[in-house]
């Protein structure tokens, strides 16, 4: 099972970046999946959760209202719309799955993760 990254960068303040995390081998069991991000010499933090079938998400309070989690089970692939960016959302992004339907903010309910991407908000 690979989780696969991408659209990370280097972004003003006020601006956008919408962020893809691609999967592919082993075909998961109904996976609810989510982003996590890292800030150097802080913990890995919640960011956003996305059920399987896509009808209920779950955002940290710090990006609700900015940020959007979506997925296309067709494609494989989940994307995390960021707007409004801060410099404090600047961090290592990571995509992660479960296999079971139910999105969670507990990153030690993901067995599967990416290996991150780089979002840098400057101000």
């Known amino acids: 099972v690979q989780l696969v990254e991408s659209g990370g960068g280097l972004v003003q303040a006020g601006g956008s970046l919408r962020l893809s995390c691609a999967t592919s081998?082993?075909?998961?069991?109904?996976?609810?999946m989510g982003w996590f991000r890292q800030a150097p010499g802080k913990e890995r933090e919640f960011v956003a959760a996305?059920?399987?079938?896509?009808?209920?998400?779950y955002y940290r309070n710090s990006v609700q209202g900015r940020f959007t989690i979506s997925r296309d089970n067709a494609k494989n692939t989940m994307y995390l719309q960021m707007n409004s960016l801060k410099p404090e959302d600047t961090a290592v992004y990571y995509c992660?799955?479960?296999?079971?339907?139910?999105?969670?903010?507990?990153?030690?309910?993901?067995?599967?993760w990416g290996q991150g991407t780089q979002v840098t908000v400057s101000s």
């Open positions: 992660a799955a479960r296999e079971h339907p139910g999105g969670s903010w507990l990153s030690n309910d993901y067995p599967y």
């Open positions: 081998g082993r075909t998961f069991s109904n996976p609810a």
């Open positions: 996305i059920t399987w079938s896509g009808e209920s998400t």
